[in-house]
């Protein structure tokens, strides 16, 4: 059974940080391109950023270029986001994917980006 656990939201002011995690199972992580996608309150999902299956590309929506990363670890069956200058706009729920398969959707992660 695929599984992807979603983790690390919160609230923060402005201008801070979070790095999510994204935990998954239940198929070959190595194999495949992941995906953040990020649904804020009353809009529709949007893409937020992708990486290579190797890692050793990665792309970023236009809006969060320069203050997020992303990155995975094989090992560990995960990939992260790092999360930084957090503005207002950033608030939504962050899921991951793969974008090229779309397994079965975790339960996301909240942040809230509110002074």
């Known amino acids: 059974e695929v599984q992807l656990v979603e983790s690390g939201g919160g609230m923060v002011h402005p201008g801070g940080s979070l790095r999510l995690s994204c935990a998954a199972s239940g198929f070959t992580f190595s194999n495949y391109d992941m995906s953040w996608v990020r649904q804020a309150p009353g809009k529709g999902p949007e893409w937020v950023s992708s990486i290579t299956s190797g890692g050793g590309i990665t792309d970023y929506t236009d809006s969060v270029k320069g203050r997020f990363t992303i990155s995975r670890d094989v090992a560990k069956n995960t990939v992260y986001l790092q999360m930084n200058s957090l503005i207002p706009e950033d608030t939504a729920v962050y899921y991951c994917?793969?974008?090229?398969?779309?397994?079965?959707w975790g339960q996301g992660t909240q942040v809230i980006v509110s002074s």
């Open positions: 994917n793969s974008l090229s398969i779309l397994y079965p």
